[in-house]
């Protein structure tokens, strides 16, 4: 027997995908799909703008069926587990403009500060209590804890987090308006890039000493 509170959900998770999948071409992140179906072929030499087919021949129903459903059994050093349903992880998504994932963040877990440069975010919390967070370019923060059944938007690339404030593991489900949304961890683009920025530009941008940048960056090797 499916519960109301479980149906609620669902329609709340149906809604935001239609809102996100709705044809205006002007908003579009994805350019649109020229053929009813295009399970991505991750193996092939080149991708441009998405993936190649697969031949038609070798698509099974499998293809179009993902699962949400497990909870994580190993959180990394952020308290988080990241199901994956970009097209990497769910290649039906290939060409169609959405991507979802699920995320679950352990008590005290965070999704650190970031942005996605090539979509808009929506999602739904599932479970547990979330605090999201956002932040504009003019360096304005805009705040609520949220409870299941509730529902987040993020404009595209803004800087934001979603932090467990509750005595409970949270999940929620992110949707985007892309296939492939992108992630910028404003952390590790600036203390691990390949070769290192310098730390006169960290030691000058943040306006304190080589010791407190050598401090950060010794953490984050310690925690890798």
């Given at each position: 027997m499916i519960s109301s509170s479980s149906m609620s959900l669902f329609g709340l998770l149906c809604g935001l995908i239609v809102l996100l999948m709705l044809p205006f071409p002007s908003r579009a992140s994805d350019p649109d799909p020229l053929?009813?179906?295009c399970i991505a072929d991750l193996n092939a030499p080149i991708s441009i703008n998405g993936f190649p087919c697969k031949p038609a021949s070798n698509v099974t129903s499998d293809d179009f069926f993902t699962d949400?459903?497990?909870d994580p059994t190993t959180f990394d050093v952020f308290k988080r587990a990241v199901t994956f349903g970009d097209v990497f992880g769910f290649p039906a998504v290939n060409t169609q403009g959405v991507s979802l994932f699920r995320?679950?963040?352990d008590v005290g877990g965070i999704n650190p500060p970031h942005t996605h440069p090539?979509?808009?975010e929506a999602?739904?919390?599932t479970r547990g209590t979330l605090l999201v967070g956002i932040v504009t370019t003019n360096n304005t923060f805009f705040s609520k804890v949220l409870t299941p059944g509730m529902v987040f938007l993020i404009p595209r690339a803004l800087v934001h987090f979603q932090l467990n404030v509750?005595?409970?593991p949270a999940t929620f489900i992110p949707i985007f308006n892309t296939q492939n949304p992108g992630v910028?961890?404003?952390i590790s683009t600036i203390f691990d890039a390949t070769p290192p920025v310098p730390n006169e530009v960290l030691t000058k941008s943040f306006r304190v000493g080589d010791d407190v940048i050598n401090a950060i960056r010794a953490a984050r090797a310690q925690s890798s």
């Open positions: 053929q009813d179906v949400f459903s497990k995320l679950d963040l090539r979509g808009t999602g739904i919390v509750g005595n409970e910028s961890d404003s």
